[in-house]
């Protein structure tokens, strides 16, 4: 018998790349309007899901929960997870959490972990699509003293033990680590699945729990913008990149080229 | 005046131009400590002398390369205590990232990654939202963590050299750090590093499986070779050559983008370059948009030219 797996996948939601993103208000922080789940974190979704599935699924009592922690649009990185085919939704929310960085936000994402409890995994992006600075998955590890592979491009479990590879520049590793464990994974691990009719009907019938700050016992203080480690004190647009001199092929392209090139001193 | 603390990770025979660059800039703020992991060699002691580094400390184990950075952050944080550092800089690798992830976590200290640039006060400089924004941040903590990348300071040893002391530092025991099990080697391609290079030529799907005319005009360049993710996805040419969002970012002088069709994904790590030019034979293409120097047409018959043309003009 395979061993039944609780594993909780973080979910972000993030402005929408395909739009213009801005920054403004208080803190120089995104504008969520138009708002999706990160790309990113479908991958770490989807392997979790596949983690399930190959140990029986919700049936045999394997768990996915999407956890997302954000304002009340938030919710939608929920919906769509479940939409996937997570068990369950988690929405941490709550006002003071505005602004928190990525050591406050894995503060309280941290506490919720520990909430759930009994948690086999915590599966993330590589990176948040609009943050980017992949910090959160080693400060939650860090935080709740688990060991921690990122950027993994493969993903095993067997025996209470999960073997991953990764991809550096130089060299792959082979790594292994003891469950619970965190695991941010890469863009090169699966091809995420599209929620099909079935899944968004089946999601409607899932529970999505709010969660606030003082139900995971953690103090307002330490998020936030009050409790974060960095602030943005300024933040400019840059000027966009405009179009420069386009020309088409007449057979002497190239030696176009290089003359461009000569005239910029790039060769 | 402020003591700022580098981690250097295997220097190697001798210095990467990145670690260079993460020594001048730590002069500039402050008085500089190195903690190195791994053997140190006479040529790198005499690098860090001319670059002006007070102390240079070693960890108390040899096997920390074996496990994932859990045990790197606890040297560094033991490291940063003994050193009195206010600002420790790693370089911005994945690698350096997270070690500064949990290093922050040990010290209670703010975390700012891809700095371009740091003031004297410590307020770093870095763009956001794929190159869209240039923003400023300053870690409100005691300490700060900041993660440089890589071609953003000119790299230059001190006025006078130092004769840096040499301490241990006790590494803290890890509980159940990812162990690395296996490390396979890949093949170096002798061509510059893609994060660092002065020039990349990146080939896309318009390469139609053959990059032979991208890594041409690159090597007549003395460029880094590029790739968008639906050339690496095809496997014409290895993942760690993906420029973009899930890849590199890269800002070298100059960027050649061939057969490229410029998604938001692919912009995310190369609209940042200094110059960009573009060869597509599609007059659509969103890369046109931000190309300075923009060629409508086939990839087959423009870089093979241009690579003649420079060859016969370098002679
Ligand atoms: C989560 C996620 C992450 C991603 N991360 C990245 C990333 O990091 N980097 C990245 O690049 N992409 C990334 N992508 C993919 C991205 O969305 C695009 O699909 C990809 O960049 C397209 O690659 P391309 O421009 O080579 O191919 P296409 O879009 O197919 O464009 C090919 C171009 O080549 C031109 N062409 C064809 N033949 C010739 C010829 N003979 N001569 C001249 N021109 C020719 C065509 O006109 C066309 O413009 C990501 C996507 C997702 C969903
Ligand atoms: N507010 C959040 N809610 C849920 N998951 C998050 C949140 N922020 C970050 N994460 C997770 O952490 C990963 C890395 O994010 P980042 O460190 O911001 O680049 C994301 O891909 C998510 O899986």
Redesign the pocket.
């Known amino acids: 018998m395979e061993e039944t797996l609780k594993i909780v ?5 993030v402005p929408d790349a395909q739009f213009d993103r801005h920054l403004g208000g208080e803190g120089n922080t995104a504008d969520r309007d138009e708002s999706i789940l ?1 790309e ?2 479908e991958y ?1 979704l989807e392997a979790a899901l596949q983690l399930a599935e190959a140990r029986g699924g919700s049936k045999a009592g394997n768990q996915v929960i999407a ?4 304002p009340a649009g ?1 919710v939608n ?1 929920v919906k769509k997870s479940l939409q996937m085919g997570a068990t369950e939704g988690v929405h ?1 929310t709550d006002d003071a959490l505005a602004g ?1 960085d ?1 050591a406050a ?1 894995s503060l309280a ?1 941290a506490a919720a972990v520990r909430h759930l409890g009994g948690v086999d995994l915590v ?15 080693a ?2 590890a860090e935080r709740l003293g688990l060991p921690q592979v990122t950027f993994a491009s493969s993903l095993e479990v067997d025996g209470g033990r999960l073997t991953a590879r990764r991809d550096a520049d130089t060299s792959s590793e082979t790594v292994e680590a003891p469950l619970p464990a965190v695991v ?1 994974v890469t863009d090169q691990i699966n091809e995420p699945r599209y929620p099909n009719f079935k899944g968004i009907i089946a999601a409607k019938r899932k529970s999505i729990t709010t969660l606030s700050l003082a139900e995971i016992g953690v103090d307002p203080a330490q998020v936030g913008f009050a409790g974060s480690w960095t602030t943005v004190t300024s933040a400019e647009e840059r000027p966009p990149r405009t179009a420069g001199t386009i020309i088409t092929d007449e057979g002497d392209a190239g030696i176009k080229l290089v003359d461009f090139l000569a005239a910029q001193k790039l060769l | 005046m402020a003591k700022v603390l580098v981690f250097i990770d295997n220097p190697g025979a001798s210095l990467k131009k990145s670690s260079l660059e993460l020594l001048t800039l730590a002069r500039s703020l402050g008085e500089s400590a190195v903690a190195v992991n791994g053997d140190l060699s006479d040529d790198v002691a005499a690098t860090f002398a001319e670059y002006g580094v007070g102390t240079v400390l070693h960890p108390s184990v040899q096997d920390l390369g074996d496990f994932l950075v859990a045990p790197k952050a606890a040297y560094l944080a033991a490291a940063a205590e003994a050193a009195g550092a206010g600002i420790v800089l790693l370089d911005n690798s994945p690698e350096g990232k997270e070690i500064a ?1 949990r290093l922050g976590i040990r010290l209670n200290a703010g975390v700012i990654t891809d700095v371009v640039a740091v003031d004297p006060d410590g307020t770093a400089h870095k763009s956001v939202l794929a190159g869209s924004y240039n923003t400023s941040c300053k870690a409100t903590t005691a300490v700060s963590v900041l993660t440089l990348k890589a071609n953003n300071v000119v790299p230059g040893p001190a006025p006078a050299p130092t004769t840096p002391e040499s301490a241990t530092v006790e590494v803290p025991a890890v509980a159940n750090a990812a162990r690395i099990t296996a490390r396979e080697q890949k093949v170096a391609s002798g061509r510059p590093d893609l994060t660092d290079a002065r020039i990349v030529v990146a080939g896309g799907r318009g390469m139609d499986g053959d990059f032979g005319p991208v890594e041409e005009l690159a090597d007549a360049l003395g460029a880094a070779v590029g790739a968008s993710r639906a050339a690496t996805d095809a496997g014409w040419i290895s993942h760690d050559a993906q420029v973009g969002q899930t890849g590199k970012t890269v800002s070298p002088q100059l960027y050649i983008s061939a057969g490229i069709s410029g998604a938001i994904q692919q912009k995310a790590g190369m609209q940042t370059s200094k110059v960009i030019v573009a060869v597509n034979k599609d007059a659509e293409s969103p890369v046109f948009e931000i190309a300075d120097f923009g060629i409508i047409g086939d990839v087959f018959d423009v870089l093979p030219q241009a690579a003649a043309e420079i060859k016969k003009r370098k002679g």
């Open positions: 996948v973080l979910v972000k939601h990160s990113l974190d770490a956890l997302s922690m954000g938030a990185a941490l928190s990525a936000t994402l599966l993330t992006g590589m990176a948040s699509t609009d943050g980017e600075t992949s910090l959160v998955p400060q939650l941010s | 992830a």
